[in-house]
């Protein structure tokens, strides 16, 4: 005698029903106590400005060649001659009245005067200084460069040249050291003078 086969299990009729969704978290409560920042906009950033297009300024024009003031320059001459002058005097009052030494001096002009033959050959050597120096600075590339060792190599003659005028030794040194500063006077002085004297635009070495 057969075993009764139970019945197959009753299938849904919608397979595919949608299925409920998951519950909703409750929102957490509001603490009307406390206050709660508000929210804060991005900030804006400013436009960057652009730079505004400007043309390069032209080059400054110059001079074609070195130039130096004429008029200012000479009266310039004229000052370092009259300084060189008043050392020359300022030397013999110190050296032959106040301690009775004797100069060594080539009177070449004639002037029968140790204190003459100093300012006139200080002042010939001051004009003589300012026209070579003027020459070069037309002429030459490096003007300040010739002009110093021509004013030093001048200094240094002038300075020994005494000591093969006179066998006295203290003689022939305080009139090299006359001549010396004659000459240091010149060489600064009229550097001095072309800086200031320059036209705009004119540059020398």
């Known amino acids: 005698m057969s075993t009764p086969t139970p019945p197959p299990e009753r299938q849904s009729a919608y397979?595919?029903?949608?299925?409920?969704?998951?519950p909703t978290p409750a929102a957490a409560p509001v603490d009307p106590t406390v206050v709660y920042p508000a929210a804060q906009p991005p900030p804006v950033q400013p436009p960057t400005a652009q730079p505004a297009f400007t043309a390069a300024p032209p080059p400054a024009a110059r001079a074609t060649g070195p130039s130096?003031?004429?008029?200012?320059?000479?009266?310039g001459v004229a000052a370092t001659a009259l300084v060189?002058?008043?050392?020359?005097?300022?030397?013999?009052?110190?050296?032959?009245?106040?301690?009775?030494?004797d100069l060594v001096v080539r009177d070449l002009f004639g002037?029968?005067?140790?204190?003459?033959?100093?300012?006139?050959?200080?002042?010939?050597?001051?004009?003589?200084?300012?026209?070579?120096?003027?020459?070069?600075?037309l002429s030459t590339p490096k003007p300040r460069a010739f002009f110093g060792w021509i004013l030093f190599l001048a200094t240094l003659t002038a300075a020994l040249l005494p000591l093969t005028w006179t066998d006295v030794l203290e003689s022939a040194i305080a009139s090299g050291l006359i001549n010396a500063l004659i000459g240091i006077a010149i060489w600064s002085l009229l550097t001095g003078v072309l800086s200031r004297t320059l036209r705009p635009g004119t540059t020398v070495d």
């Open 111 to 137: 002037t029968q005067s140790t204190g003459a033959a100093y300012v006139v050959g200080g002042v010939l050597a001051a004009i003589l200084a300012g026209a070579l120096l003027q020459l070069l600075v």
């Open 15 to 22: 397979p595919h029903a949608a299925q409920p969704a998951p």
């Open 68 to 75: 130096v003031d004429g008029g200012r320059y000479w009266a």
């Open 84 to 101: 060189t002058a008043l050392i020359g005097l300022v030397g013999v009052l110190i050296v032959d009245q106040i301690l009775d030494i």
